[in-house]
């Protein structure tokens, strides 16, 4: 069974603070995506990574891809209190490009 | 619309009942997921449609879940003889549907189900 497991599960920080958030898995994923989930609405996509060793950039958040493909991070520079929210990670499963294993999610919340 | 819409968006009901979940998924989406989202639970897979059929219903919990799809557009999602282990949010999410690769999937607002 694939599972992915993120940390920390809470976070609380103040505005202006840097954090990471961890997936990871002992399974390989054909690919990797970040949703972020507000109070009330389903989850949003943010970025999906499929290649070892990418990073990709959007504005103050950085992901990563594992080399492996089994695990992946999300950095968030400056967090402010609109970044509030779950961030949740899902992997893609080899060969069923229609099937995502979620992770528990992180809950972040930014105070001002 | 414009993006995916559900209904209703609370249903409070008796255990024992038989409850109906809606899906309206983005307009042209061939793939449609349900997924239910419980508290320290996370996100739960139930069911995919490519258009009318139902290639991947390995996540529906038991018998008493149920779900179709008709022409290719919304899906509802039946559970009958509710019981409070159901008590959960029911997310819907549709995605084009012609990639072979990992597609964004979109996701409506849900419907919060209480069963007491």
């Known amino acids: 069974t694939q599972l992915l497991e993120q940390s920390p599960q809470f976070l609380s920080i103040q505005e202006g603070e840097n954090l990471t958030v961890y997936c990871n898995s002992s399974?390989?994923?054909?690919?990797l995506q970040w949703y972020r989930q507000e109070p009330g609405e389903g989850p949003v996509l943010l970025v999906t990574?499929?290649?070892g060793g990418e990073v990709k950039k959007l504005k103050r958040l950085t992901f990563q891809f594992g080399d492996a493909r089994k695990d992946s991070s999300l950095h968030i520079t400056a967090a402010q209190p609109g970044d509030t929210g779950l961030y949740l990670c899902?992997?893609?499963?080899?060969?069923?490009?229609?099937?995502?294993?979620w992770g528990l999610g992180t809950s972040l919340a930014v105070n001002p | 619309g414009a993006g995916v819409s559900q209904s209703p968006s609370n249903k409070v009901t008796e255990k024992g009942k038989d409850v109906e979940l809606r899906c309206d998924p983005i307009?042209?989406?061939?793939?449609l997921y349900w997924y239910r989202q419980s508290l320290g639970q996370g996100l739960e897979f139930l069911i995919y449609?490519?258009?009318?059929?139902?290639?991947?219903k390995s996540g529906l919990p038991s018998d008493r879940f149920s779900a179709e799809r008709t022409g290719g557009s919304v899906s509802t999602l039946t559970i009958q003889r509710t019981q409070q282990e159901d008590s959960a949010v029911y997310l819907c999410?549709?995605?084009?549907?012609?990639?072979?690769?990992?597609?964004?999937?979109?996701f409506g607002p849900g419907t919060r189900l209480l069963v007491l």
């Open positions: 449609f490519q258009g009318n059929s139902a290639p991947d």
């Open positions: 399974s390989v994923f054909s690919s």
């Open positions: 307009s042209g989406h061939t793939a």
């Open positions: 999410a549709s995605s084009l549907g012609v990639g072979g690769y990992q597609e964004t999937q979109y």
């Open positions: 990574v499929v290649t």
């Open positions: 899902a992997g893609g499963v080899t060969g069923n490009n229609r099937k995502l294993i």
